[in-house]
C-alpha cells in the first residue's frame, strides 16, 4: 500500500506547472506492470461539470478546483503555496469553461486559505486542501459534497492537466475514470488502470455518482501521471476548515450563499433550519421549521405560511364545496318572485312563476299558461346552460 511504504515524495512544482507531485516509488511500485494508461491527460474532451474550474495566471492554468458554494472554490493547499513556489491567491483567477484559449468566464478572488496543518515539506500527504473565495458569484451550480464511497466504487475525476508526464495539452478540461484503491484517514488512493492524474489536474475533481447525482467527493493531490495517485477525502475536512470558511463569508443577501443567524429567512436556502416558516419556501414540507401538518399529508392545518393542499378551497369559483361554510358558491338559492312578484301580472292577465329545487338554483321560469313545446323547449334551453356551468351541490351535499 501506498501509504505503508512510506515513499520519499519529490515535488517538482515551478509556476504554471502545478499539480499532482512526482513520486519517487519505493521497489514495490518499481515491480508495478506497465499498463494501457488512459488517464485524464489523454481523457475525453469535457464539455461538461461546469463546476469544475481551472486556477489560472495571466490566462494560464496551472491547477483545478471545484466549486462548492456561489462564491467558494475548494482546491488543493500546494496550488496557492508560495512557499513551494506556487502562485499565492491574490494572483489568481478561476476560469469557468472548458477551455482556458477558447473563451470562458475569468473571475478573480477575494480570499484564500490553506489548511493549517499542511505540509509544505511535502514529507506527508495529508491536509493538502485550500479555499478560495470569489469577488462575485459564479456562473454555474455549485457541486455538492458527499463523504467517499466504498472501495472498488468507480469515480469520475476531471481536470485541467497536461496530456502526459512532462507533456502538454494543459488548459483544457479532460474527464475520465478510476477505482477506489484503498483508504488512509484523509487520503485514498485509486487504480491508474485505464485512468489517472497528472500535473495540471491537482485540486480537481473526483466525482461519485450517488444515484444519478454527482456529488464531490475528492481533490487530486498527488501522482506520478503513471502509476501512482492521490486524492484527499473532502468530508474529512468540511466541517473543521470548509464550512468554516463558507460561514465567515456569506450573508443574508441572494447569491452569498446560505447565511445563518439572519433576520428574516435567506433567498439562498429559504427552506433552511433558520428559525423561520413563511412563504419563502413554497415547499413546507421541506422546511423543518414548519409544521409538519402544513405538508399534503391528509389533514388540514390552519395558520401555514402557504395554504395547506388538505384544506378545501372556500373561494368564489363556480364550484359549492359542502365542507366549506363560507364558500360563497353554496348560496341557497334564488328565492323569492320573479318579474312583478308572486301572482302580478302584465297587461295581458299572464303571470310569472318559479320553482326552486332546495336551494339548487335549478328554477325554471315559465309562462303559465305556456304551450307544452315552450316547455320543452325551455328545459332544452336549461340544460344546456347546466352543461355550460360547473355541476352545483345544495349546502346538504344533494346534486342539482
Do not use: Y
Not at 520519499?8 to 513520486?23: G, K, Q, R, T, Y
Not at 516509488?25 to 489523454?42: F, K, R, T
Not at 366549506?324 to 320573479?338: H, V, Y
Not at 321560469?365 to 360547473?390: C, E, M, N, T, W
Amino acid at each position: 500500500m501506498l501509504l505503508a511504504m512510506k515513499p520519499s515524495l519529490v515535488c517538482a512544482i515551478a509556476l504554471l506547472s502545478l499539480a499532482a507531485c512526482e513520486v519517487e516509488s519505493s521497489g514495490a511500485l518499481d515491480e508495478a506492470v506497465e499498463l494501457d494508461h488512459q488517464p485524464i491527460v489523454n481523457g475525453q474532451f469535457d464539455t461538461g461539470h461546469p463546476g469544475s474550474v481551472a486556477l489560472t495566471v495571466d490566462g494560464q492554468a496551472f491547477c483545478t478546483g471545484t466549486l462548492v458554494t456561489p462564491t467558494v472554490v475548494v482546491t488543493a493547499a500546494h496550488c496557492i503555496s508560495p512557499d513551494i513556489g506556487s502562485p499565492p491567491w491574490p494572483f489568481v483567477e478561476v476560469f469557468f469553461g472548458s477551455d482556458v484559449s477558447a473563451g470562458g468566464v475569468f473571475i478573480p478572488l477575494e480570499d484564500g486559505l490553506g489548511h493549517p496543518n499542511w505540509d509544505s515539506s511535502l514529507q506527508a500527504p495529508e491536509n493538502d486542501i485550500a479555499v478560495l473565495r470569489l469577488q462575485e458569484a459564479a456562473p454555474v451550480a455549485p457541486v455538492p459534497m458527499a463523504d467517499l464511497p466504498a472501495n472498488g466504487t468507480v469515480l469520475t475525476l476531471v481536470g485541467f492537466g497536461i496530456t502526459q508526464a512532462n507533456g502538454g495539452g494543459g488548459g483544457v478540461k479532460r474527464v475520465a475514470q478510476a477505482t477506489i484503491a484503498d483508504r488512509f484517514g484523509s487520503v485514498f488512493t485509486m487504480d491508474v488502470a485505464p485512468s489517472g492524474t497528472c500535473n495540471g489536474d491537482s485540486g480537481g475533481t473526483a466525482l461519485w455518482n450517488d444515484g444519478g447525482v454527482e456529488k464531490f467527493v475528492g481533490i487530486h493531490t498527488r501522482s506520478d501521471c503513471q502509476t501512482v495517485m492521490l486524492d484527499e477525502v473532502v468530508q474529512s475536512h468540511v466541517a473543521s476548515f470548509v464550512q468554516p470558511f463558507i460561514d465567515a463569508g456569506v450573508s443574508c443577501n441572494a447569491g452569498d450563499g446560505c447565511a445563518s443567524g439572519c433576520a428574516s429567512p435567506d433567498p439562498d436556502c429559504p427552506c433552511a433550519a433558520d428559525g423561520f416558516c413563511t412563504s419563502a419556501c413554497v415547499d413546507v414540507a421541506s422546511d423543518p421549521d414548519c409544521d409538519p401538518l402544513c405538508a399534503a399529508e391528509g389533514t388540514c392545518a390552519e395558520d401555514c405560511p402557504v395554504p395547506d393542499a388538505d384544506c378545501p378551497v372556500c373561494i368564489s369559483d363556480g364550484d359549492c364545496n359542502a365542507a366549506c361554510e363560507s364558500d360563497p358558491d353554496c348560496s341557497t338559492g334564488d328565492g323569492g318572485a320573479g318579474g312583478g312578484g308572486e301572482g302580478a301580472g302584465g297587461e295581458s292577465g299572464e303571470s310569472d312563476s318559479e320553482e326552486s329545487d332546495d336551494g339548487c338554483d335549478c328554477a325554471l321560469d315559465r309562462k303559465a299558461g305556456g304551450s307544452p313545446l315552450s316547455l320543452l323547449l325551455g328545459f332544452v334551453a336549461l340544460a344546456a346552460q347546466r352543461r355550460r356551468r360547473h355541476r352545483k351541490l345544495t349546502p346538504n351535499g344533494t346534486a342539482c
